[in-house]
C-alpha cells in the first residue's frame, strides 16, 4: 500500500490538471474568437491551419513531429490549439492572441528538442508548428540561399544538390531534424570542422518579435542578429526563415567505420585518438561511438567503440594521412569508403539502400520503433587517462537489454579553433578537444517506468564529472537538459537562477544573451524551461 507521501505528486497533478482544464476552456475559446477577428476575411482559410483537441486531426499533427515518446503520455500535457502557419500573419495573429489571453507559445520546427520544450509546457500553451514554412531558395550564383525553419536538414540537402553537386550547407547529421531548432542552437556537422557551425554561416534572417513585427537583420540591428545565431530557440522571438552561405564540397569524399571492442584494444585506441583527431587536417569529421554487446568470442558483455570518418577528398589522400598520424588504428585499404557528398549523407544515416529522395521524408521511416531517451553533454579540454576510460567501460556493461547506451565523441579542432567565443552566442571553441554525447534510448512500453534509465544516466553523469570542462561545466544548448537547471513554470526566473544553467550553455555570452533578451522581449513573453530571462526578472 502506498503511503500519503508517495500520493502527494499524483494528488497535485491531479489537482493542477484540473484547475488547467478549466482555465483552458475559456482560454481556448478566447484564444479563438481572438484568431478570428485578427483578420477576418482571412479566416476561412486559417480556420485550415488550426487544429483544437476536438478536431480529427489534432492527435495526427502533434504526434507528426514528436520524437521522443517520452513526452508523448497519456499524462503529457498537450497543447490547447495548434497552428500551421502557411503565411507571416497567421503567425502574427497567434502572437497577439495569446499575448492577449496569456497564453505560452511553444514553436516546432522539427520536433528534436531533446526536452520536449517545443511541444510540451506545464502552463497552458499553444504550439506554432513551422511544418509548412520549409521553402528552399537557392542562388547557386551567389552561393547563397534562404530556407525557411520548418525544412528538415535532408530537404536542403537534397534541394541543394539538385542544383549543384559542389555545393552544400553545413547541416545536421540526422536527415529529419528542423532547420529552425538546428540553427538557433548553433548547430554542427559533417563539415563544422572546416566552415565552422550553421550559425557561422547565416548572413541574414526573418524574424517575428513579441510585438509581431517583421525585422531582418538591418532592422533588428546586430545585438539580435548575434543572438539568434546559437542563443538557443524559443527565446527572443519566432526566426522564420535563414539566408545561408553555401560552402564548397568536393565531388568525391571518403569515409570509414571500424570497430574495435575491448579484446581488440579499444581502451587504448580511444586514448590516443584523443591525441590525434583534433588536430587532424580540417577536411576531416572524426567520432567515436561506444555501446556494450555480447562478444561474439564468449558470449559474455563488451565495449564496442566504432571510429567513423568523413573526409572531404579522395581515398589516396585519406589512407597515407591515417596511416601517419593513427596507424594504431589498423585500418585496411578496404575500409576506405568513396561516395559522393549526398552519399555519405544517405551512408551515415543508414540509409545506403535508398535514393537521395528518402531525405525529403521528414517522417523518419527507418526508425520503425519508436525509442524513447535521455541525453547529457560534456566539453573536453584535456585528455582522459585510461582509468577513467575503464570507469565509463563498467558503467556502459551496466545496462541491460530492454535498454541501450550509447556515448558519442565528437572531435573538434580544425576551424573552430579559429573563431572567437564571442563571435556568436555557441562558446565552445578554442581548446576544446572533443564533444560527448551521451544517451540512453528504452523502448515505449517502458515508459511506465523511464526514471531507472533516466537515474542510470545522471550517475554516468556524475562519473564522468573529474574528466570534463569545468568551471562551469560545459554542455550543448541543442542538447537541451534540464538537470543542469531550469527556470520556474510561471516564467518569473531571476538572472541569478537563470545563469546557473545559462553559463553552461554559453559561458560569458549569457550576459549579453540576457541584455538582448532585456530589449527585444523585456515582458517575457517568449519563455520556457531553459529560455534567456530579462534583466530585471
Request: charged share 20%.
Amino acid at each position: 500500500m502506498k503511503s500519503l507521501h508517495d500520493c502527494l505528486p499524483l494528488l497535485f497533478v491531479v489537482v493542477f490538471s484540473l484547475s488547467w482544464v478549466n482555465a483552458s476552456a475559456n482560454s481556448n475559446d478566447y484564444f479563438l474568437d481572438c484568431l478570428s477577428s485578427y483578420h477576418p476575411d482571412e479566416f476561412t482559410s486559417f480556420s485550415k491551419v488550426i487544429y483544437t483537441e476536438t478536431n480529427s486531426s489534432y492527435s495526427a499533427v502533434l504526434e507528426s513531429s514528436t520524437r521522443n515518446p517520452r513526452f508523448s503520455t497519456p499524462n503529457t500535457p498537450k497543447p490547447l490549439v495548434i497552428v500551421t502557419p502557411s503565411n507571416i500573419s497567421h503567425v502574427q495573429a497567434t502572437i497577439h492572441c495569446s499575448k492577449k489571453h496569456g497564453l505560452q507559445i511553444r514553436t516546432r520546427s522539427g520536433g528534436h528538442d531533446f526536452e520536449g520544450l517545443s511541444y510540451v509546457s506545464q502552463v497552458p500553451f499553444v504550439v506554432i508548428d513551422l511544418v509548412h514554412f520549409r521553402s528552399i531558395d537557392v542562388d547557386v550564383k551567389k552561393e547563397e540561399a534562404w530556407i525557411q525553419s520548418g525544412a528538415i536538414t535532408g530537404e536542403v540537402y537534397y534541394r541543394i544538390n539538385e542544383r549543384t553537386t559542389n555545393l552544400t550547407f553545413p547541416g545536421a547529421l540526422c536527415h529529419t531534424v528542423g532547420i529552425g531548432g538546428f540553427i538557433s542552437g548553433g548547430g554542427y556537422g559533417f563539415l563544422f570542422r572546416k566552415y565552422g557551425l550553421a550559425a557561422d554561416n547565416v548572413i541574414d534572417a526573418q524574424f517575428v518579435d513579441a510585438n509581431g513585427r517583421v525585422l531582418h537583420r538591418r532592422l533588428m540591428g546586430e545585438d539580435l542578429f548575434w543572438a539568434i545565431r546559437g542563443g538557443g530557440g524559443g527565446s527572443f522571438g519566432i526566426v522564420l526563415s535563414w539566408k545561408v552561405k553555401l560552402v564548397h564540397v568536393p565531388s568525391t569524399v571518403t569515409v570509414f567505420s571500424v570497430g574495435r571492442t575491448l579484446e581488440q584494444n579499444a581502451t587504448q585506441l580511444l586514448h590516443r585518438w584523443q591525441y590525434v583527431a583534433p588536430n587532424l587536417p580540417n577536411d576531416v569529421y572524426s567520432l567515436v561511438s561506444i555501446s556494450s554487446m555480447n562478444s561474439t568470442e564468449n558470449g559474455e558483455r563488451t565495449v564496442l567503440a566504432t571510429f567513423t570518418s568523413v573526409f572531404q577528398g579522395v581515398a589516396d589522400e585519406l589512407i597515407p594521412l591515417m596511416q601517419e598520424r593513427f596507424p594504431e588504428l589498423g585500418l585496411l585499404k578496404e575500409d576506405y569508403i568513396e561516395m559522393t557528398w549526398i552519399e555519405s549523407i544517405l551512408f551515415w544515416n543508414q540509409l545506403s539502400n535508398e535514393t537521395s529522395e528518402i531525405l525529403l521524408d521528414k517522417s523518419n521511416r527507418n526508425s520503425l520503433v519508436p525509442l524513447s531517451y535521455k541525453s547529457k553533454s560534456d566539453y573536453v579540454r584535456k585528455p582522459m587517462p585510461e582509468i577513467a576510460l575503464q570507469g565509463l567501460w563498467s558503467r556502459l556493461l551496466e545496462v541491460n537489454e530492454t535498454s541501450t547506451a550509447v556515448v558519442n565523441i565528437i572531435s573538434y579542432g580544425g576551424k573552430m579553433d579559429e573563431i572567437p567565443e564571442t563571435e556568436t552566442p555557441f562558446p565552445h571553441r578554442k581548446g576544446t578537444l572533443y564533444k560527448i554525447n551521451y544517451n540512453i534510448v528504452w523502448q515505449e512500453e517502458e515508459n511506465s517506468n523511464p526514471q531507472r534509465y533516466i537515474s542510470w544516466m545522471r550517475t554516468l553523469y556524475s562519473y564522468m564529472g573529474p574528466f570534463v570542462s569545468k568551471s562551469p561545466r560545459a554542455a550543448y544548448v541543442n542538447y537541451r537538459d534540464l538537470d543542469i537547471g531550469r527556470n520556474n513554470d510561471d516564467g518569473k526566473t531571476r538572472y541569478k537562477q537563470a545563469s546557473v544553467w545559462g553559463r553552461k550553455y554559453f559561458k560569458n555570452n549569457f550576459d549579453r544573451l540576457v541584455y538582448v533578451k532585456t530589449k527585444i522581449d523585456p515582458e517575457n513573453f517568449f519563455k520556457h524551461e531553459q529560455s534567456i530571462p530579462p534583466r530585471f526578472h
